[in-house]
C-alpha cells in the first residue's frame, strides 16, 4: 500500500494528526503536507480540522473505506502465500470473552501447539462489540463467542457446542430443603447428569423472593437471565451487578449471600466446591450454542484452519 495512504489511514485511526505523526515517527507539519497535496490531488477534503477528536469528512469515509479494502487484498495475498509452505510458521490470532480465554481457548491451543509448534497464537480478550470489530478490520482471525447469530450477514459461523444455564444457590439455604428432589451437586454437573432428560427442571418462581447476582445490561446472560425470570412470573431482585461470570461465581461461593445464574461449562471447568448447589431450568431459554466466527469472505489461513478443524473435533 501507498506510504501516503498508510499515513491517512493512520491519522484516521489516532483521531489527531500529532498523535499520528509520533506513531509514523515523521513531522507533524511534513504530516500535515502530505495529507493537504492528496486532498488538493482529489479535490475533496479528508479531515474535518474543525473537530476535536478528529473526524473524516463524507469524502473521507469513502476514502478509507477504500484503504481498508486495499489492506484486506494484502492481507489475503499475504497468507495465500504464507500457505504455499507447510505448517512450520504462521500467524492466528484468536478472539473470545474472559471466560473462554480462561477455560477453553488453553485447551485447544494446547492441542493444536502439539501438532503444529511452530505456528504462533494470539489471544485477544474482549467484549462481543470489541471482538466483531477486530473481525471487521482484519486485526483477529477468528472468534469464540455465545453472543453470536449464525444469521449474522458478516460472519460465517461454526457451531462448536451448546453450553446450559444453571440457577446455584449457596447449599445452606433452608429453600433447597424442599426442593432436593431437583438438587444437582457439583459432581453430578462434572458428569453432565443435567443433561440427561430425566432430570427434572426447578420452577425459578420458588425463588422470586431471594436476592440475586445478575451481569450488567447489554451481556448475553443478563438478557437470558431477565427472559427466565420474567417467564416464571417475576423480575430478579439484584444486589449484585457484574461485568464476568467469575466474579459473580465467586461472590455466590466465598459470601453465600445470593443466588446466581451460571454456565455449566464453568463448573465443570473449576474445582471441586460443595458450597453451591445447582437446579436445571427451562431449556428452552437455558441452552445457548456456542460458534466458532470468522468474517463472510475473508481468506483464512491453512493454520487457522486447522485450528478450527482440531478445535472442533475437540469438544468435551
Known amino acids: 500500500m501507498l506510504n501516503e495512504m498508510q499515513y491517512i489511514y493512520t491519522i484516521y485511526k489516532e483521531r489527531s494528526f500529532s498523535k499520528a505523526a509520533k506513531k509514523l515517527y515523521i513531522s507533524q507539519p511534513a504530516l500535515s503536507a502530505m495529507v493537504k497535496k492528496v486532498e488538493q490531488k482529489i479535490g475533496y477534503l479528508l479531515f474535518d480540522r474543525?473537530?476535536?477528536p478528529l473526524t473524516v469528512t463524507k469524502e473521507g469515509k469513502y476514502y478509507i473505506k477504500c484503504v481498508e479494502n486495499i489492506l484486506e487484498i494484502e492481507n489475503n495475498m499475504q497468507k495465500y502465500f504464507?500457505?504455499?509452505?507447510?505448517?512450520?510458521?504462521?500467524?492466528i490470532v484468536i478472539g473470545g470473552s474472559s471466560f473462554f480465554c480462561a477455560f477453553i481457548l488453553p485447551k485447544l491451543i494446547e492441542k493444536f501447539k502439539r501438532k503444529y509448534p511452530k505456528v504462533n497464537i494470539e489471544v485477544i480478550e474482549g467484549n462481543i462489540k470489541e471482538l466483531k470489530e477486530g473481525l471487521e478490520n482484519n486485526s483477529i482471525d477468528l472468534i469464540l463467542e455465545t453472543a453470536i447469530s449464525e444469521n449474522d450477514e458478516k460472519l460465517k459461523t461454526y457451531f462448536y457446542k451448546d453450553e446450559h444455564i444453571l440457577l446455584a444457590v449457596p447449599s445452606k439455604w433452608e429453600i433447597n430443603n424442599k426442593l432436593k428432589e431437583f438438587q444437582l451437586t457439583y459432581d453430578d454437573i462434572k458428569e453432565?447428569?443435567?443433561?440427561?432428560?430425566?432430570?427434572?427442571?426447578?420452577?425459578?418462581?420458588?425463588?422470586?423472593?431471594?436476592?440475586?447476582?445478575?451481569?450488567?445490561?447489554?451481556?448475553?446472560?443478563?438478557i437470558r437471565g431477565l427472559a427466565l425470570c420474567k417467564k416464571a412470573g417475576f423480575t430478579p431482585k439484584s444486589i449484585y451487578k457484574i461485568d464476568q461470570i467469575m466474579t459473580g461465581y465467586h461472590i455466590a461461593l466465598?459470601?453465600?449471600?445470593?443466588?446466581i445464574f451460571i454456565r455449566d461449562l464453568l463448573i465443570i471447568n473449576e474445582q471441586k466446591n460443595d458450597s453451591l448447589i445447582y437446579y436445571k431450568l427451562d431449556p428452552e431459554l437455558s441452552t445457548r450454542p456456542i460458534y466458532f466466527a470468522t468474517k463472510k469472505n475473508k481468506y483464512l489461513s491453512n493454520a487457522c484452519k486447522e485450528f478450527l478443524k482440531i478445535s472442533l473435533e475437540n469438544k468435551k
Open 254 to 259: 466465598f459470601t453465600e449471600s445470593a443466588v
Open 82 to 91: 504464507e500457505d504455499l509452505g507447510k505448517l512450520d510458521s504462521g500467524n
Open 50 to 52: 474543525e473537530t476535536i
Open 192 to 222: 453432565k447428569k443435567h443433561l440427561n432428560s430425566n432430570i427434572q427442571e426447578v420452577s425459578l418462581s420458588e425463588f422470586k423472593n431471594l436476592p440475586f447476582i445478575t451481569m450488567k445490561k447489554g451481556n448475553d446472560q443478563y
